[in-house]
T-cell receptor, first 114, second 111 residues
């Protein structure tokens, strides 16, 4: 069975703090894809990153970084020096190679206070 | 490039009424998806189209939900009759490759 768990329901930080959002996934497939999406209050899901199962290299994009570890089935997302505009719900998702369907976690609501 | 368009943005209906949502995907995207997102949960796929053919509708409650994509571009999702538990945000997404791009969603409230 395919499953994504985001154990942190809500996180509150003060602006400029670093914050890590956890994502743990379950799959028996050898080829799969992992994603992070941001959902601001406007409701639209904004694509942030995709990783495939064969690429464990960590990635950094500005203040965002992602840590993919197959050994622990985790794909964690860190925001450095958080800003109020980062306040949103963040979703981690899994896609099997054999399917287009995205399997989402329940999301983590991030509140960045000024 | 224009994103995925959806209308209406908000809809309030009474139970047992019918409702329809419209989606216009990104130009050139052959694959179109409808997701249901209940408050506090992640989106759940209802139906997936490849051009105008259905690829996956295994999680669509077919006794009350229907969807079509007649010309392989726009799509409509209909609920008839609506139940209280259908209150959710209905998201449309489209893709050309692996990444899916989402519209702003339609927030449905059934009273």
């Amino acid at each position: 069975a395919q499953k994504v768990t985001q154990a942190q329901t809500e996180i509150s930080v003060v602006e400029k703090e670093d914050v890590t959002l956890d994502c743990v996934y379950e799959t028996r497939d050898t080829t799969y894809y992992l994603f992070w999406y941001k959902q601001p209050p406007s409701g639209e899901l904004v694509f942030l990153i995709r990783r495939n199962s064969f690429d464990e290299q960590n990635e950094i994009s500005g203040r965002y970084s992602w840590n993919f570890q197959k050994s622990t089935s985790s794909f964690n997302f860190t925001i450095t020096a958080s800003q109020v505009v980062d306040s949103a719900v963040y979703f981690c998702a899994l896609k099997r190679d054999s399917s287009y369907k995205l399997i989402f976690g329940s999301g983590t609501r991030l509140l960045v206070r000024p | 490039e224009a994103g995925v368009a959806q209308s209406p943005r908000y809809k309030i209906i009474e139970k047992r009424q019918s409702v329809a949502f419209w989606c216009n995907p990104i130009s050139g995207h052959a694959t179109l998806y409808w997701y249901q997102q209940i408050l506090g949960q992640g989106p759940k796929l209802l139906i997936q189209f490849q051009n105008n053919g259905v690829v996956d509708d295994s999680q669509l409650p077919k006794d009350r939900f229907s969807a079509e994509r007649l010309k392989g571009v726009d799509s409509t999702l209909k609920i008839q009759p609506a139940k209280l538990e259908d209150s959710a945000v209905y998201l449309c997404a489209s893709s050309l490759g692996i990444e899916q791009y989402f519209g702003p969603g339609t927030r449905l409230t059934v009273t």
